[in-house]
């Protein structure tokens, strides 16, 4: 299962949930393989950062022709987490075709929900060639108790695309663990940001059942 992060907007956590997301996923027992795609190499720096042994392993890939090599990379693992470049490129279009499910980080603003709309085009033409290519928007930096945090779900309901009901909250545990190569998890298991990120591995698997 290959799981795509994308997002054109900067910003939005497309790293922060590949890895966080991969994390979980690799605490379930599950082969998961970490592909940055994006030439920033984020994730890369990420895993850069960690002392002791890595979660799980993580690739560079910032090439075209990702949907491609993918088969060949991945086929020891059973899920590939792509953390995707910002920007419409052909690295983007290219991690698209890769990926069974794109999951479309979006930070509740108005300015992220109107953006969203050039990452859905491109998820509608890939699947022109890839029929079953799922999709769904996870809404990540939430500020806890305030009307956009409620308003984003209804505001993204005009696109095709699915929301998660599950949704990651705006918080520093996510920076305090990036910047030692660290998930959320092992900062804190039991912390509110390593719960909310299950809950969206949980949502996640049960979506591409
Ligand atoms: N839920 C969150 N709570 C607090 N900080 C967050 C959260 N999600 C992301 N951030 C912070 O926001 C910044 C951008 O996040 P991130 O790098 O994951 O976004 P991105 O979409 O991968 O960006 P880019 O488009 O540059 O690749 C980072 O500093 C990250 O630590
Ligand atoms: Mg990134």
Redesign the pocket.
Known sequence: MIIGLL?Q?????????SVNLAASLAHTGARVLLLDV?P?G?ALDWAAAREGKPLFPVVGLPRASVHKEIDQIGKDYDYIII?G??RVTDLARSAIMASDLILI?VQPSPYDIWAADEVVKLIEEAGIYKENLKSAFVV??KIANTAIGRDVKEALSSYSVPVFTSS?????I??EA?AQGKSVHEIDPQSSAALEIDAVKDELMGFIK
């Not at 990651?168 to 520093?172: A, F, L």
């Open positions: 997002n907007k900067g910003g939005v956590g497309k790293t922060t949930l994006d920033q984020s953390d470049p910002p980080p990540n930096r990651i909250t705006q918080r520093v996510f920076a990036a």
